[in-house]
């Protein structure tokens, strides 16, 4: 067996929910880490597209899905989500769905919370997906939240919201809202944990099993790098750590127990929400990529920035997550250019920089340095060997692996699962 862990490289929206349900063949169980249904991961399976937003794709397929500790989970979007799902054919139960009863609840009071102190704050908003993510997560590490499993514990849940709506309603009255009842609290609370609490399970013991029991591990990453909350472009992050190593502590598994890291990028770059960027394009090529790529928010529907690639801020995501090996998607998006720039360095007033500084300004303010490469101009949507590939676009990858220093395994054609150059399997070298 092989536990596999996959990551963003970038902004978010590579395609790694793509590259999840093509692993997912060969893994037994799929494992969300960190995060929340701010992430939005698309599937094509059979023609039909799923978009999943908290549940792990390997739901899909019916592989069993584990929503870790790491997770923020939200039971009413959930529930929504799970009837868009079933509503397509897919058969969702407590026997293949399991839910740490570790993992933080996203509470209506969250989402608003999200929503007011965007809207308050105007210019320097983050572009948050609105979810209640950041405010969940602020209550976890201030040790008030309700977590899934406290919904079975009658008697102490009520205590915790006490403290929890001490908090709260001190807040709310400070930003002129209307205070949270806690009748109305209790009894939402009530409610809700007769739909989720079926699903809730201590699930580092699930895994410990699955672990005795031979069998493959994956772990989907939502989110990416550069969202990061420590390694990211602060503040304009997310609010969970998004690396790797997160996999092993939203679900309670060992390191030891992680076999490879895969890093998925977009053979060009994104980014949805405020906070710098520094290969973004303004042009007509940007306007080029977000029609020919789609590039509008699986989950706000918020068109997205568009940019070149950026060498320095992949190598970084490479060596902040172990990436062993790298996907490279949309490759077909970039087909029609005449020529195609990689940002292989910075400038920042006046000196050389080989990596992304931590400063706000310097952040804003770096200047990519670009290398320009010739564009392939042909098809390459939905070749399947890379010896069919244009001439041009494997020097561009075979670059691109230069640069980053470690070599391309898979590159994606289309959205169909089928359309992938497989060139290194995940699953046959450790
Ligand atoms: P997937 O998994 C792209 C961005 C938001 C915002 C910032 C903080 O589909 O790649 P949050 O709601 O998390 O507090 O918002 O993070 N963001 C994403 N961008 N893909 C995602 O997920 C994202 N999840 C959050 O746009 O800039
Ligand atoms: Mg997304």
Same mark, same amino acid.
């Given at each position: 067996?092989?536990?596999?862990?996959?990551?963003?490289?970038?902004?978010?929206?590579?395609?790694?929910?793509?590259?999840?349900?093509?692993?997912?063949?060969?893994?037994?169980?799929?494992?969300?880490?960190?995060?929340?249904?701010?992430?939005?991961?698309?599937?094509?399976?059979?023609?039909?597209?799923?978009?999943?937003?908290?549940?792990?794709?390997?739901?899909?397929?019916?592989?069993?899905?584990?929503?870790?500790?790491?997770?923020?989970?939200?039971?009413?979007?959930?529930?929504?989500?799970?009837?868009?799902?079933?509503?397509?054919?897919?058969?969702?139960?407590?026997?293949?769905?399991?839910?740490?009863?570790?993992?933080?609840?996203?509470?209506?009071?969250?989402?608003?919370?999200?929503?007011?102190?965007?809207?308050?704050?105007?210019?320097?908003?983050?572009?948050?997906?609105?979810?209640?993510?950041?405010?969940?997560?602020?209550?976890?590490?201030?040790?008030?939240?309700?977590?899934?499993?406290?919904?079975?514990?009658?008697?102490?849940?009520?205590?915790?919201?006490?403290?929890?709506?001490?908090?709260?309603?001190?807040?709310?009255?400070?930003?002129?809202?209307?205070?949270?009842?806690?009748?109305?609290?209790?009894?939402?609370?009530?409610?809700?944990?007769?739909?989720?609490?079926?699903?809730?399970?201590?699930?580092?013991?699930?895994?410990?099993?699955?672990?005795?029991?031979?069998?493959?591990?994956?772990?989907?990453?939502?989110?990416?790098?550069?969202?990061?909350?420590?390694?990211?472009?602060?503040?304009?992050?997310?609010?969970?750590?998004?690396?790797?190593?997160?996999?092993?502590?939203?679900?309670?598994?060992?390191?030891?127990?992680?076999?490879?890291? !895969?890093?998925? %990028?977009?053979?060009?770059?994104?980014? *949805?929400?405020?906070? &710098?960027?520094?290969?973004?394009? $303004? /042009? #007509?090529?940007?306007?080029? !990529?977000?029609? %020919?790529?789609?590039?509008?928010?699986? *989950?706000?529907?918020? &068109?997205?920035?568009?940019?070149? $690639? /950026? #060498?320095?801020?992949?190598?970084?995501?490479?060596?902040?997550?172990?990436?062993?090996?790298?996907?490279?998607?949309?490759?077909?998006?970039?087909?029609?250019?005449?020529?195609?720039?990689?940002?292989?360095?910075?400038?920042?007033?006046?000196?050389?920089?080989?990596?992304?500084?931590?400063?706000?300004?310097?952040?804003?303010?770096?200047?990519?340095?670009?290398?320009?490469?010739?564009?392939?101009?042909?098809?390459?949507?939905?070749?399947?060997?890379?010896?069919?590939?244009?001439?041009?676009?494997?020097?561009?990858?075979?670059?691109?692996?230069?640069?980053?220093?470690?070599?391309?395994?898979?590159?994606?054609?289309?959205?169909?699962?089928?359309?992938?150059?497989?060139?290194?399997?995940?699953?046959?070298?450790?």
């Amino acid at each position: 067996m092989t536990n596999i862990v996959i990551i963003g490289a970038q902004w978010g929206d590579e395609g790694k929910g793509k590259i999840v349900d093509l692993l997912s063949e060969r893994a037994d169980v799929v494992v969300r880490f960190q995060g929340g249904n701010n992430a939005g991961h698309t599937l094509v399976v059979d023609g039909v597209t799923y978009k999943l937003s908290l549940l792990p794709s390997g739901i899909v397929r019916g592989k069993l899905s584990v929503v870790g500790n790491g997770v923020v989970v939200d039971p009413w979007a959930l529930r929504d989500e799970m009837k868009r799902i079933t509503d397509l054919g897919t058969k969702i139960s407590p026997d293949v769905l399991k839910i740490s009863d570790q993992a933080t609840l996203i509470l209506p009071l969250h989402r608003e919370l999200d929503q007011m102190s965007e809207a308050a704050a105007g210019k320097g908003k983050i572009g948050t997906t609105g979810r209640g993510i950041g405010p969940a997560y602020q209550d976890k590490v201030a040790r008030r939240a309700i977590r899934v499993g406290d919904l079975a514990e009658k008697e102490s849940l009520e205590a915790k919201v006490d403290n929890l709506l001490l908090f709260h309603n001190a807040l709310r009255k400070g930003w002129g809202q209307p205070e949270v009842d806690k009748a109305d609290l209790m009894q939402t609370l009530d409610e809700i944990a007769e739909f989720i609490l079926p699903y809730a399970i201590p699930a580092w013991k699930i895994l410990s099993e699955q672990l005795k029991n031979g069998k493959s591990l994956l772990f989907e990453g939502a989110q990416a790098t550069m969202l990061d909350n420590d390694f990211g472009t602060y503040p304009f992050v997310t609010s969970s750590n998004t690396i790797a190593g997160q996999a092993a502590v939203g679900s309670g598994v060992g390191m030891k127990d992680i076999d490879k890291v !895969i890093g998925v %990028v977009k053979a060009y770059t994104t980014r *949805v929400g405020s906070g &710098p960027f520094p290969t973004e394009l $303004f /042009d #007509a090529d940007g306007d080029r !990529i977000r029609e %020919v790529g789609r590039e509008f928010g699986t *989950v706000t529907g918020r &068109p997205r920035r568009c940019g070149w $690639f /950026d #060498a320095v801020l992949v190598r970084q995501a490479i060596l902040v997550n172990g990436v062993q090996n790298l996907a490279v998607m949309k490759l077909d998006i970039l087909d029609q250019f005449d020529e195609i720039k990689v940002c292989v360095g910075y400038e920042h007033k006046g000196k050389k920089l080989d990596y992304y500084p931590m400063q706000m300004n310097a952040q804003a303010e770096v200047r990519p340095v670009y290398e320009t490469l010739p564009g392939w101009k042909s098809s390459t949507f939905g070749i399947r060997e890379y010896d069919k590939l244009p001439e041009n676009a494997k020097k561009y990858l075979a670059r691109l692996e230069e640069l980053l220093g470690v070599k391309i395994g898979m590159i994606s054609t289309s959205p169909e699962r089928e359309d992938t150059i497989i060139r290194i399997d995940p699953y046959e070298k450790k």
